[in-house]
């Protein structure tokens, strides 16, 4: 599994400009992965017990013009289509997962 993550981070590095740039993004990718709330960037520094002084270049790195949001998402669409993870079918995107994460409702 670990190797897979790498794999991935490695696929979309072309689309930061920065080093620095995207090892936040990798910072911040994990965090998201990891956290169990919903509280933003508060809640990546939190789950990862990062220093409070990382909160703000966390804050900046989604509005750095390091790097590029369409180029970013092109290189992610690259990847899941290369690895099987998405189909194109008449030229849309599928993606394939074998369930949905959502809030259990409390009265059941």
């Known amino acids: 599994m670990e190797e897979k993550i790498v794999n991935i981070f490695r696929s979309l590095r072309p689309a930061f400009s920065r080093e620095a740039t995207f090892l936040l993004f990798i910072i911040a990718a994990i965090g998201i992965m990891l956290r169990d709330d919903t509280y ?3 809640s990546i ?3 990862l017990s990062l ?14 013009s390091a790097w590029n949001k369409d180029c970013l998402l092109l290189k992610w669409t690259r990847f899941v289509l290369a690895e ?3 189909h194109e079918v008449n030229g849309r995107i599928v993606l394939v997962a074998d369930h949905t994460k959502q809030p259990k409702d409390p009265r059941k």
């Not at 220093?51 to 750095?64: G, I, K, M, Q, R």
């Open 40 to 42: 933003g960037v508060t």
């Open 45 to 47: 520094v939190r789950v």
């Open 51 to 64: 220093d409070p002084s990382v909160y703000h270049c966390l804050l900046h790195l989604f509005h750095s």
């Open 84 to 86: 099987g993870m998405a």
